[in-house]
């Protein structure tokens, strides 16, 4: 479900510590370029080379905490500033994340600001959600619909002990969530990102990293612009380290009897 040494190679992505975890992958291309810690100016000058806008058209910039008085995404909205605290991992991978996914950021952060303009003194579903999913969100794709319905239905076992060799191949995590990458810099039991399932056409999983990358961003974009993932209890739950290679010990069945990690759930159709 993760992806392999192999596919990892064939990608052309090199993961170098301390970003050992296949998760990271989305990434890769980035942390090629740039030191292996949060260093907050080399991350604002690779934004400023590669033109990122918010949805308004303002050109990012990532900026160290203002004292204007202006709300975080209010800022965002204002004046395209992304408020990046120097040698901040929670900052910095949300920094990578808008190079990673620059038009579902941005249209999440316009979902913010439209609810700003609606109503300034209460939060509700919808940003709830765009929080959420900005924080800990991840995208899951497969070619066979059938595993993102396990994966819907919390059958944890039949999708990665039975179904293992399939989950393998033909299920990708595209982590989304800053807070998510932060935490599997020292990942722990129980760790859950909130996840939207993507199906794909047949030959989606061998295309390069890069396409596969503007697909997802121009989908989950346009998705967010259209008013999708507005429920915070729609987003699905998935415990990561039941993802196939980022944990040795999903590799003993047994692993997948802890109901505490790998809970029944709620069991719903996907959407």
């Not at 993961?15 to 090629?32: D, G, Q, T, Y």
């Not at 076992?157 to 989950?167: G, Q, S, T």
Request: glycine residues 8%; hydrophobic residues 45%; proline residues 10%.
């Amino acid at each position: 479900m993760s992806p392999s040494p192999a596919a990892v190679a064939a990608s052309g992505a090199v993961l170098l510590p301390p970003f050992h975890n296949p998760l990271f992958l989305p990434l890769a291309p980035l942390l090629r370029q740039l030191p292996p810690r949060p260093d907050a100016t080399a991350l604002a000058a690779l934004a400023a080379a590669r033109d990122v806008r918010t949805a308004g058209g303002l050109p990012l910039r990532l900026v160290p905490p203002p004292d204007d008085g202006l709300g975080y995404e209010a800022r965002i909205a204002a004046r395209g500033e992304v408020e990046t605290r120097p040698d901040n991992w929670h900052d910095w991978f949300n920094g990578l994340v808008w190079l990673t996914f620059p038009r579902a950021k941005a249209a999440l952060s316009a979902r913010h600001a439209a609810e700003l303009d609606r109503a300034a003194d209460a939060r509700g579903a919808v940003r709830d959600a765009m929080t959420h999913f900005d924080e800990c969100g991840a995208l899951v794709v497969a070619e066979d619909a059938s595993l993102l319905d396990l994966l819907a239905g919390f059958r944890w076992r039949e999708l990665f002990v039975e179904r293992r060799p399939e989950a393998i191949a033909g299920l990708r995590v595209f982590v989304f969530g800053h807070a998510t990458y932060e935490a599997l810099l020292a990942p722990f039991r129980g760790l859950t990102a909130k996840c939207v399932p993507l199906p794909v056409a047949a030959g989606w999983l061998r295309r390069p990293l890069a396409e596969q990358l503007a697909d997802l961003d121009d989908r989950l974009a346009a998705d967010l612009a259209a008013g999708r993932h507005g429920d915070p209890r729609a987003l699905q739950p998935l415990p990561l380290l039941g993802v196939p290679g980022v944990t040795p010990a999903s590799e003993d069945p047994a692993y997948y009897d802890d109901t505490w990690q790998f809970r029944p759930g709620r069991r719903r159709q996907r959407v």
